[in-house]
């Protein structure tokens, strides 16, 4: 059986003065796309943290069936790709070379990149659209370009896994929608394991193929969308009073207002 | 022989003898409140002010190397209570803590001194005295040798050694003429570099210490164009020094900085000079090259001697 | 593509930086405070690259091949150095106005230079090695104080690094300034060093040096393409396979020694360390790939140039500080005009 791209076992996390996660374990098989949501302060950004390695652990993370502390820092990043919520984007540098950085898991200390490192930026760049601004400063991008070099440098990681963290923050509804078709039809042409923090609930629905649901640091639901966004749920853990709909095979979370007539 | 006139005679010499001894002896009570009416005087600082003295300073502090050096030197080193801790001549000073670059009227005031010695007013020392009712004399750095000859006379009058104050005066003047006057001339004047430390600050002959050379007719390599561009004292870089090729090389920084004419010799391309491979190269005590006291004229013996060897070796 | 949009250090900009730096150091050699003629220099080279009769006397030549070749040698080495490590400090940090003393270098030198002069004078002589060492001691000295501080903090985020310099540097002035005050007398002396120069230097001041610094450029510059990626911040760092804590320490090492070895022979000279990368910044790019190895360059060619106007603008020496201020004082006005965002 081929283990799983990422498993956590009863994973404790958290940062120095206080923990976040109380024993998550969950599974994410190759291939497929798994959403975190939950209100705010549920512990999604601390999961993803986890996932990558970059807090306090109890418990273990395992990457393709190997714990994540025997692996070293590159054959983790060779694993797992990131794009985080609010990346630090130099703006000088121009598009290409800030692409170019997601090669570093391949590279050695003293290698230079190749010609194959070199191609690898430029079939990203133009599966991302970006091949026109490819010699542009960062800082000259709009929001949705800048979203989509990040994706770029994660994607020319060429990592089996994918951590988005809110992926969709500041793009309007159109360019959200984009990023995310993006994202899903490259995984499928890839093979690539997405997980990705949402806050949007619908489009967590609409993309993923397994929905987690934390609340309070603990796992309280898993499964397919329809099986997770149920309105008694959103209720119960958002607070927030919903009606849920199906439109084209898909769950649609629809905000209600309950005092109106 | 007739008895009344031997009378006479006896009579007469006793007569004289009585005015003498009374005569002797109105003058020594004469004498000291002589002195002691030399007070109050009014003097002119060689800052242009006026300073007045009600009566003499029995109590002296005094916060400049130099001017402690004179007042010993005019017989006033009884009067003083106090002198800062970089007054090291005479070795028996009252040497204290009190700091003369950076001095607290407070821990002055403490000494309860009547006047107050130093070489600049530092930080308006003087008005803070002043307020304590206690007076400051200023004795800045002279810029000549009659500058300094004044001040000799100056601290005399002021501590009630006018006399003293003259004389030492005099005799400095006559000594170094003297010494000037014993030294050869040298058919060409002779070039010379006055080392202030090691990182080559030096004097120009727009200086005190330069005016002493001058006496000798001896040229500064520093002085260029305009000898008082930074107030007369430049840093050279060792390529000017090295090309200028100095006669004589003087060193005053042996005490503060260690020079000696072997670490001269030491230096990167100094070993090229012709006062390095004469031997011309003079070590000086730090403190009497910068100061403007009677040591002078161990200083103006120290340029004499070297010049005469400078002379002598052809 | 038209353009070539990976910003790599080519060839023709790096064989043009060794040009401009050649050329600086020949000129430098040509013109200095003593007046030997540059005919005669250039004839007097070519005489020593030839084996054929020197033209300058047993002085000229020491005046040139003592003091002058040295000292412009040291120029451009001190020069490399701060500008080298000016750029891995502005990397590190994340910051563009970092430059070299930001963790204490200059306040633990300038500490350590007082304490040497006011208790120990007499060791100070020429070719003495006691306030170089002592300097060099210092700087490091203040480097590691300020890292130890930090570290007792948990981890070593750039944030806590650069507050536990400012406090390491406050406290190691304070101290220094306490000391003078109670000597001062010497301020002068102390003054003097801190204001920069390398009016007193030779070739054992460059040979004792060089080592340090060329080490700490073989390391600047195979970290280069690391420091871009350390610009992503940590967290991003992490996900490349970059151990942020170690690659810093690394860098912050390297670069400390090279500033602590140019600092003890040249005091503390200032702006280089941030003139010299962001000018490169702004007029090749903004990758330290690029920004690395010509800040080696540019460093050295400014300091040379910058020396040279200290030795021969005025009759006596101008403290190199001073040259460099008025550099960088227009500099940043420049720079504050254009657009910002080209600099980051």
Not at chain 1, 37 to 50: C, D, E, H, Q, R
Not at chain 1, 141 to 162: H, M, N, P, T
Not at chain 2, 169 to 180: F, G, L
């Amino acid at each position: 059986m081929v283990s799983p791209a990422v498993e956590l076992r009863t994973v404790r996390a958290g940062y120095r003065d206080r923990l976040v996660l109380d024993g998550v374990s969950l599974t994410v098989s190759a291939g497929e796309w798994l959403a975190v949501i939950g209100p705010n302060g549920a512990g999604k950004s601390t999961l993803v943290k986890a996932v990558l390695g970059l807090t306090r652990l109890g418990g273990e993370v395992l990457l393709d069936g190997r714990d994540r502390r025997t692996l070293s820092a590159r054959e983790a990043a060779r694993i797992i790709g990131y794009a985080p919520q609010q990346p630090a984007l130099p703006g000088g540098l121009t598009v290409t070379d800030y692409v170019l950085l997601g090669r570093t898991p391949h590279l050695g200390l003293l290698a230079r990149e190749s010609s194959a490192d070199e191609n690898v930026v430029a079939d990203v760049l133009r599966r991302l659209d970006l091949d026109q601004l490819a010699a542009r400063r960062i800082s000259t991008l709009s929001g949705g370009e800048r979203q989509r070099a990040v994706l770029a440098r994660a994607l020319a990681q060429q990592a089996e896994v994918l951590v988005l963290d809110e992926p969709t923050t500041g793009l309007d509804l159109g360019h959200a929608q984009a990023l995310l078709a993006l994202v899903d039809r490259l995984r499928r042409e890839d093979g690539t394991t997405v997980i990705s923090t949402l806050h949007d609930l619908t489009l967590a629905g609409q993309y993923a193929d397994r929905v987690l649901l934390l609340d309070g640091g603990e796992m309280v639901a898993a499964g397919p969308p329809a099986e997770v966004l149920t309105p008694e749920r959103v209720a119960r853990y958002y607070d927030a009073d919903v009606d849920v709909v199906t439109v084209g095979g898909r769950q649609v979370v629809v905000p209600v207002r309950s005092d109106a007539s | 022989m007739n008895s009344s006139r031997s009378l006479r005679r006896v009579a007469a010499a006793f007569s004289v003898l009585a005015l003498t001894i009374t005569g002797c002896a109105d003058r020594e009570p004469e004498a000291k409140a002589g002195s002691g009416s030399g007070f109050p005087i009014t003097v002119t600082t060689p800052t242009g002010d006026k300073l007045t003295l009600d009566r003499k300073p029995e109590k002296i502090v005094s916060l400049s190397p130099t001017a402690t050096e004179v007042l010993y030197a005019v017989g006033a080193g009884k009067q003083v209570v106090a002198v800062d801790d970089q007054s090291n001549y005479p070795e028996d000073a009252p040497r204290t803590k009190l700091s003369g670059l950076t001095p607290s009227p407070e821990k002055i005031s403490d000494y309860t001194p009547d006047l107050v010695v130093a070489a600049d007013d530092v930080n308006n020392l003087s008005a803070a005295l002043d307020k304590v009712g206690i007076k400051m004399l200023v004795l800045p750095a002279a810029k000549t040798l009659d500058d300094a000859y004044r001040q000799f006379e100056l601290v005399g009058k002021v501590t009630g050694h006018a006399d003293e104050g003259k004389d030492l005066a005099k005799r400095v003047e006559d000594e170094i003429t003297k010494i000037v006057k014993d030294t050869p001339k040298p058919d060409k004047p002779l070039t010379y570099f006055h080392e202030l430390d090691e990182t080559l600050y030096t004097a120009t002959s727009e200086t005190f210490i330069g005016q002493v050379y001058g006496l000798f007719d001896l040229r500064n390599i520093a002085d260029g164009k305009d000898p008082s561009a930074h107030g007369g004292y430049p840093q050279l870089s060792a390529e000017k020094i090295i090309e200028a090729d100095p006669d004589l090389i003087f060193l005053a920084d042996t005490i503060c900085c260690g020079q000696s004419a072997e670490t001269v010799r030491k230096r990167p391309g100094w070993d090229t000079l012709t006062a390095v491979k004469n031997n011309h190269v003079f070590e000086m005590d730090d403190n009497i090259a910068s100061r403007w006291s009677p040591r002078v004229v161990d200083l103006v013996r120290t340029v004499a001697d070297a010049v005469e060897k400078v002379e002598g070796a052809g | 593509m038209r353009t070539q949009p990976v910003t790599r250090l080519r060839a023709r900009t790096l064989v043009g930086g060794i040009v401009v730096l050649l050329a600086t150091m020949l000129v430098a050699v040509l013109i200095g405070a003593a007046e030997l003629g540059w005919q005669r220099v250039l004839a007097e080279i070519w005489a020593q690259l030839t084996g054929g009769m020197s033209p300058l006397s047993e002085r000229e030549a020491a005046i040139l091949w003592q003091l002058r070749v040295p000292r412009v040698m040291l120029a451009g080495a001190v020069g490399a150095a701060l500008a080298s490590s000016g750029a891995a400090f502005q990397g590190v940090f994340r910051n563009p106005l970092a430059d070299p003393f930001l963790l204490g270098a200059a306040a633990g030198a300038g500490m350590a230079a007082t304490i040497v002069v006011v208790f120990a004078p007499a060791l100070t002589a020429w070719a003495g090695s006691t306030l170089p060492v002592a300097a060099f001691a210092g700087a490091v000295g203040g480097v590691a104080l300020s890292w130890l501080l930090s570290t007792s903090y948990g981890s070593v985020s750039p944030t806590t690094l650069l507050l536990a310099g400012v406090a390491v540097s406050a406290f190691l002035t304070a101290v220094q300034t306490f000391v003078q005050q109670l000597n001062a007398d010497t301020i002068r002396q102390v003054y003097g060093w801190m204001l920069g120069g390398l009016a007193i230097t030779g070739w054992t001041d460059f040979v004792r040096v060089i080592p340090y610094i060329a080490a700490a450029a073989v390391v600047l510059l195979v970290c280069a393409r690391l420091l871009d990626v350390l610009a992503l911040g940590d967290a991003e760092a992490s996900s490349l396979g970059i151990r942020p804590g170690r690659l810093r320490l690394l860098l912050i090492s390297a670069a400390s020694l090279a500033t602590a070895a140019a600092v003890s022979v040249s005091g503390l000279i200032g702006f280089v360390g941030i003139i010299v990368p962001h000018f490169i910044r702004l007029t090749v790019g903004a990758s330290y790939r690029v920004i690395v190895p010509l800040s080696l360059l540019g460093g050295a060619s400014f300091l040379i140039v910058a020396d040279q106007i200290a030795r021969t603008a005025m009759p006596g020496e101008l403290p190199i500080g001073v040259v460099t201020a008025f550099a960088g004082a227009p500099f940043f006005i420049i720079v504050l005009r254009r657009n910002a965002e080209k600099l980051w």
